[in-house]
C-alpha cells in the first residue's frame, strides 16, 4: 500500500521535473540573455553563454525523454529519480576534483539543490519501503 502511494508520488514528481526541464530548456536556449540575466548571472562572456544553451538543449532532451518513459512505463520513474541522483553526485564530485568552483551569484542553484533533494528521498524511500516489503514477505513464508 505505502509502495503504491510513493510509486505515485515519484511519477508526479518525474512529471513535474519533465515539465520543469522543457520549461529550462526553452529559457536557456530561445530566452538565454534573459536567463542569464536573471538567475545564472554569469556575465556575457560568449563562451559561458554558448555553455548555458548547450544545458538548455540537455535540458530539452531529459524533459522529452523523462515524459516518454513516463509514457511508456512510468513504473521506471522511482529508478529514473535514483539514475539523476547518482547523475549529479558523480558530477560534484568530478567538478570538486577538477578544482571548479563558481563564481557567478547562480540563483538556479537553489531550485536545483531542491531538484536534486527530492529526487533522492523520494526515490530512496521507494526503495526503502520496497526492500522492507520484499523482506517482510520472505520472512512470512
Do not use: C
Not at 3 to 28: P, S, T
Not at 89 to 95: A, E
Amino acid at each position: 500500500m505505502i509502495k503504491e502511494k510513493l510509486l505515485k508520488l515519484n511519477i508526479y514528481f518525474l512529471w513535474g521535473l519533465a515539465v520543469l526541464d522543457l520549461i529550462r530548456g526553452v529559457l536557456h536556449t530561445f530566452f538565454l540573455n534573459w536567463s542569464n540575466a536573471t538567475f545564472a548571472q554569469m556575465g556575457a562572456n560568449n563562451d559561458a553563454l554558448m555553455m548555458l544553451g548547450a544545458f538548455g538543449i540537455s535540458n530539452i532532451l531529459t524533459g522529452s525523454l523523462f515524459i516518454l518513459i513516463l509514457m511508456k512505463n512510468k513504473n521506471q520513474a522511482p529508478y529514473v529519480l535514483a539514475l539523476i541522483s547518482v547523475a549529479y553526485v558523480l558530477g560534484s564530485i568530478g567538478l570538486k576534483v577538477s578544482q571548479i568552483q563558481g563564481e557567478s551569484s547562480f540563483y538556479g542553484r537553489y531550485m536545483m539543490i531542491a531538484y536534486l533533494g527530492l529526487s533522492m528521498i523520494l526515490s530512496f524511500a521507494y526503495f526503502a519501503v520496497s526492500i522492507h516489503e520484499k523482506n517482510k514477505i520472505n520472512k512470512d513464508a
